[in-house]
Nanobody, 126 residues
Framework: EVQLQASGGGEVQPGGSLRLSCAAS????????MSWFRQAPGEKPEWVSSIGRAGGTGIYADSVKGRFTISRDNAKNMVYLQMSSLKPEDTAVYYC???????????????????WGQGTLVTVSS
């Protein structure tokens, strides 16, 4: 059974930090590009960041560039999102997603992904 279990969300004040984790199982994790999306209430899902199969430098939405860092550990089947300098507009449910075959131009499209996690809520509020 394929599972993507996101965790680490919570409530934080503006300017604070959180680290999201996503534990993967049931598929060949190291073969998949991993991404984070978020969805605020009443909004469509928004692509946040992606990282390639081997890890390394991720790519980011302009809204989070310089504040968020994506990483992965293929030995542990984990992907992370380190979020800093959080803003109220970062408030959303954050999802991890996995794609076996994907090109950079398609990474922002939710339909490009094969598997999704259940989401973890991040609330940025004073």
């Amino acid at each position: 059974e394929v599972q993507l279990q996101a965790s680490g969300g919570g409530e934080v004040q503006p300017g604070g930090s959180l680290r999201l984790s996503c534990a993967a199982s049931g598929f060949a994790f190291s073969d998949y590009t991993m991404s984070w999306f978020r969805q605020a209430p009443g909004e469509k899902p928004e692509w946040v960041s992606s990282i390639g199969r081997a890890g390394g430098t991720g790519i980011y939405a302009d809204s989070v560039k310089g504040r968020f860092t994506i990483s992965r550990d293929n030995a542990k089947n984990m992907v992370y999102l380190q979020m800093s300098s959080l803003k109220p507009e970062d408030t959303a449910v954050y999802y991890c997603a996995a794609a076996l075959r994907i090109i950079v131009s398609m990474m922002r499209l939710p339909s490009s992904y094969d598997y999704w996690g259940q989401g973890t809520l991040v609330t940025v509020s004073s």
